[in-house]
């Protein structure tokens, strides 16, 4: 549901687990799970270290628009192409 916590725990390749990226303004990406058609999203737009992220409702907000760098992308277990 809308904010709803999102965690991390042990791949059980799970529609609760897979994300998609897609293109948003800029040079950035919504992130969209699979499970719920939900947007991850810092809760309350907030800036300060330890701030909660969630999902929640797309709504092309600053807070649901994320980066991604080569130093961030670390190879997973690959789930079955769908």
């Keep these: 549901g809308d904010g709803a916590n999102v965690q991390q725990h042990a791949y059980n390749g799970g529609d609760n687990q897979r994300w998609r990226l897609v293109p948003a303004a800029g040079d950035g990406y919504s992130i969209i ?13 907030e800036t300060a270290d330890g701030t909660n992220v969630q999902q929640a409702r797309c709504n092309g907000g600053d807070n ?19």
């Design 33 to 45: 799970s699979i499970n719920s058609g939900m947007c991850l999203d810092v809760k309350g737009e």
């Design 64 to 82: 649901q628009i994320w980066r991604l760098s080569p130093e961030s992308i670390v190879p997973g277990p690959a789930g079955p192409p769908r």
